[in-house]
């Protein structure tokens, strides 16, 4: 477990994970009933861009940072409105100091009603992020492996929810455990919406693990990436998500923010796709 969120939080795959998390959220506040966000890797929540990883690597000025310079256009800078007013929340006096990671911006989100699971299995940010929602009574911290939860927490208890799975990709046969989760949490709670997010490194890989999805047989399932570069082998050129049940809403505003978004991160040389892996049964 070498992986340190510290070093990447805010940059270009966070932005484009963190804007959809949000989408979803805001189409689940829709209904009045309460939902559940299981997030089974969920990072320390908060990370400062002046402590030691985010100075050493600087991503965040290619992600964060740029995107709140940017002219988004009247649509997608409404879309993206909920997003960025986590994080002018978490900057209150407008210099960017801290970013918020995907169990915090969760849980900012939030009405009464609605809870949060977390799980984080490194020891040290599993007791930050406890820290972070002491006392709260929407949050449940557990120092437990996600790849676990994401069979033992489905359906939660107000059948109605979002699973995100954010795994450090540091492990050999993630891809796979990928794959294998969702299809086993797919089994025993099929109308939960499922949010995987995936690095796009390697071409093959990507392909591979997509024939795999597509082999699971799981309906409704959508594949969305934003590409900042031309794909480099070895090299982080685009962050991937596969969305399992997404609202139906969420095509048509996928295709106002990702453009947005190459625009603002990647201007001349990045790219984007929103793809159906199947769609209705
Ligand atoms: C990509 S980061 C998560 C970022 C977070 N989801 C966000 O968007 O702000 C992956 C996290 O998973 C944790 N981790 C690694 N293996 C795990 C496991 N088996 N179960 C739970 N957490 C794990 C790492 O310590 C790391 O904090």
Same mark, same amino acid.
């Given at each position: 477990?070498?992986?340190?969120?510290?070093?990447?939080?805010?940059?270009?795959?966070?932005?484009?994970?963190?804007?959809?998390?949000?989408?979803?959220?805001?189409?689940?506040?829709?209904?009045?009933?309460?939902?559940?966000?299981?997030?089974?890797?969920?990072?320390?929540?908060?990370?400062?861009?002046?402590?030691?990883?985010?100075?050493?690597?600087?991503?965040?000025?290619?992600?964060?940072?740029?995107?709140?310079?940017?002219?988004?256009?009247?649509?997608?800078?409404?879309?993206?409105?909920?997003?960025?007013?986590?994080?002018?929340?978490?900057? %209150?006096?407008?210099? /960017? *100091?801290?970013?918020?990671?995907? &169990?915090?911006? #969760? +849980?900012? $989100?939030?009405? %009464?009603?609605?809870? /949060? *699971?977390?799980?984080?299995?490194? &020891?040290?940010? #599993? +007791?930050? $992020?406890?820290?972070?929602?002491?006392?709260?009574?929407?949050?449940?911290?557990?120092?437990?492996?996600?790849?676990?939860?994401?069979?033992?927490?489905?359906?939660?208890?107000?059948?109605?929810?979002?699973?995100?799975?954010?795994?450090?990709?540091?492990?050999?046969?993630?891809?796979?455990?990928?794959?294998?989760?969702?299809?086993?949490?797919?089994?025993?709670?099929?109308?939960?919406?499922?949010?995987?997010?995936?690095?796009?490194?390697?071409?093959?890989?990507?392909?591979?693990?997509?024939?795999?999805?597509?082999?699971?047989?799981?309906?409704?399932?959508?594949?969305?990436?934003?590409?900042?570069?031309?794909?480099?082998?070895?090299?982080?050129?685009?962050?991937?998500?596969?969305?399992?049940?997404?609202?139906?809403?969420?095509?048509?505003?996928?295709?106002?923010?990702?453009?947005?978004?190459?625009?603002?991160?990647?201007?001349?040389?990045?790219?984007?796709?929103?793809?159906?892996?199947?769609?209705?049964?």
């Amino acid at each position: 477990m070498n992986y340190r969120h510290a070093f990447h939080a805010g940059n270009f795959a966070d932005v484009m994970k963190h804007i959809i998390l949000t989408r979803l959220i805001e189409y689940l506040k829709l209904k009045p009933g309460a939902f559940r966000v299981i997030d089974t890797h969920a990072g320390l929540g908060r990370y400062s861009l002046t402590g030691d990883e985010a100075k050493r690597n600087p991503e965040w000025k290619e992600g964060i940072a740029k995107l709140l310079k940017a002219e988004l256009g009247a649509r997608p800078a409404e879309l993206v409105k909920p997003y960025l007013d986590v994080i002018a929340a978490e900057n %209150p006096n407008s210099t /960017l *100091s801290r970013y918020p990671g995907s &169990p915090l911006i #969760a +849980r900012k $989100l939030f009405r %009464p009603q609605d809870r /949060l *699971s977390a799980l984080e299995l490194h &020891p040290k940010d #599993a +007791r930050e $992020l406890n820290k972070l929602f002491d006392g709260d009574v929407q949050a449940r911290i557990t120092a437990l492996d996600g790849w676990l939860a994401l069979n033992a927490y489905v359906p939660p208890k107000e059948k109605r929810g979002l699973v995100l799975v954010d795994p450090p990709f540091e492990e050999k046969g993630e891809w796979e455990r990928l794959v294998d989760g969702l299809y086993k949490a797919h089994r025993k709670w099929a109308t939960g919406l499922y949010a995987l997010w995936y690095p796009m490194k390697e071409p093959r890989e990507i392909n591979a693990f997509v024939a795999d999805l597509k082999r699971t047989g799981i309906t409704r399932m959508m594949r969305v990436e934003l590409l900042i570069d031309a794909p480099v082998a070895g090299r982080m050129f685009g962050s991937g998500m596969i969305l399992v049940n997404p609202p139906f809403v969420l095509e048509d505003e996928l295709k106002s923010i990702l453009p947005a978004l190459v625009k603002a991160l990647a201007p001349g040389k990045g790219s984007h796709r929103i793809e159906w892996i199947r769609g209705e049964a």
